[in-house]
């Protein structure tokens, strides 16, 4: 119990220090942010907590087949912004539009025999 609540103490400072970072610098949060830190993380704590290197490679595996869906929302809240969107009217849009891409490779992925 002391791990998990010492994993979401972990995950949300970092979220608070990219956070701030981001009001000095978005070169440097938006790199923080896009390098896998979070998943490298996650990959050795399961680890870590499992012992079984299949099951973390496998979590590995599946989240480079994610990455693609994720780039949706990058492209289509500046574009909804440039084109006159309200910001949360983007964001929400570019959301939406991001969780329907990440269903429709899912879908896709199993049809193909991937297993997720």
Avoid: C, H, N
Wanted: proline share 3%; glycine share 6%; aromatic share 10%.
């Amino acid at each position: 119990m002391l791990m998990i609540v010492l994993k979401g103490l972990v995950t949300a400072a970092f979220i608070v220090f990219v956070s701030e970072v981001a009001k000095r610098s978005t070169l440097l949060a938006a790199l923080l942010v896009a390098m896998p830190l979070a998943t490298m993380m996650t990959v050795a704590l399961t680890y870590f907590d499992t012992r079984d290197a299949e099951l973390s490679t496998r979590f590995a595996t599946t989240t480079f087949y994610l990455i693609g869906p994720g780039v949706v929302f990058f492209i289509l809240l500046p574009l909804l912004q440039r084109l006159g969107a309200p910001f949360l009217a983007a964001l929400a849009g570019s959301t939406i539009a991001t969780i329907l891409a990440y269903l429709g490779v899912i879908l896709v992925l199993r049809r193909l025999g991937v297993e997720l």
